[in-house]
């Protein structure tokens, strides 16, 4: 009997060593697996906010577009983040401050990726009564908007013999988007043989 109570005990022994050591395991991997859970969850919050922010590099393309006053959205220019910086456009590679600067000649981001930025001018409605210098079939013209904004050419002569693409691409850009405003015909006159001169 005594033999058999050894035994006994061995048992109770093992069977204590067994369910000790998976009591063990068991804690040890419960403690890593939430000690780990937050970590990987403030990564993840980092990388989704790093994705948030596109970072600009040299070689990325900046589009330029439009919309113009019959709805179509036209591509007025096509340009490098690495351009713009060599021409002190934007003074360093900061999405914020590319939008700031461009926001200023009407523009707004409509869509980013790692290869392209996209910004649209959507010109609306252009101030009734005021003329403006713009572009028609490709050359430059005068306008007048009328009571409803939208612009109009009151003559035929008004469409010049100069087109647009001869112009250097800064002025191309203004006038494309009607940015040449003038409150009588006649400072419009005045000003458009700056550019078919």
């Known amino acids: 009997m005594n033999f058999n109570n050894i035994k006994n005990n061995d048992k109770i022994k093992n069977l204590i060593f067994i369910l000790l050591g998976i009591f063990i395991f068991a804690s040890s991997y419960m403690i890593t697996y939430f000690y780990n859970s937050r970590k990987i969850q403030q990564t993840n919050m980092k990388v989704t906010e790093k994705k948030g922010e596109i970072v600009l590099a040299e070689n990325m393309d900046v589009i330029f577009t439009r919309r113009t006053l019959d709805d179509?959205?036209?591509?007025?220019?096509?340009?490098?983040?690495g351009e713009m910086v060599k021409n002190d456009e934007i003074k360093g590679e900061n999405m914020d401050e590319l939008i700031s600067a461009v926001e200023k000649d009407g523009y707004e981001l409509v869509s980013s990726t790692s290869g392209e930025i996209i910004f649209l001018n959507d010109m609306g409605i252009l101030e009734a009564g005021k003329y403006y210098i713009g572009e028609k079939d490709g050359y430059i013209a005068i306008f007048k908007a009328g009571e409803d904004g939208r612009p109009f050419i009151e003559k035929p002569e008004d469409v010049s013999t100069k087109k647009i693409e001869d112009l250097p691409e800064v002025d191309r850009s203004k006038i494309s988007n009607f940015e040449k405003k003038y409150d009588t015909r006649e400072e419009c006159e005045e000003n458009i043989t700056n550019y078919i001169s």
Do not use: E, P
């Not at 179509?72 to 983040?81: A, E, F, L, N």
């Open 72 to 81: 179509h959205v036209v591509v007025d220019y096509k340009t490098t983040i």
